[in-house]
């Protein structure tokens, strides 16, 4: 019982771990992003056009970074994986 409870608690710890990892290189790639910088790392990119904007979107792990281009502006944002892109 007593390994059992170290196992769960080394995994717990890293999983809390690579969540923070992601969140800062998520922050630290959408800072780089709105700066026209290259990103530290993509896992995935997704592109969308229509007539009246480019959607782009940049999977980070847990996180996508969405960027909206149209003609009058460009928006960035930062969503868990599993939600819409638009």
């Known amino acids: ?3 059992f409870r170290i196992v769960c608690n080394v995994l ?3 999983i809390i771990i690579m ?3 992601n969140t800062v290189i998520g ?3 959408f800072n780089n992003l709105k700066e026209d910088k290259n990103l530290i790392m ?4 997704d592109n969308y056009e229509s007539d009246e904007k480019e959607i782009t979107a940049y ?4 996180y ?8 009058e502006q460009i928006s960035y944002q930062a969503k868990l994986w599993f939600m819409e892109d638009f």
């Open 12 to 14: 717990i710890y890293l």
């Open 19 to 21: 969540v923070l990892i």
């Open 59 to 62: 999977y980070i792990g847990i």
């Open 1 to 3: 019982m007593k390994v």
């Open 64 to 71: 996508k970074i969405i960027t909206i281009k149209t003609q």
């Open 42 to 45: 993509v896992m995935k990119t």
């Open 27 to 29: 922050y630290i790639n």
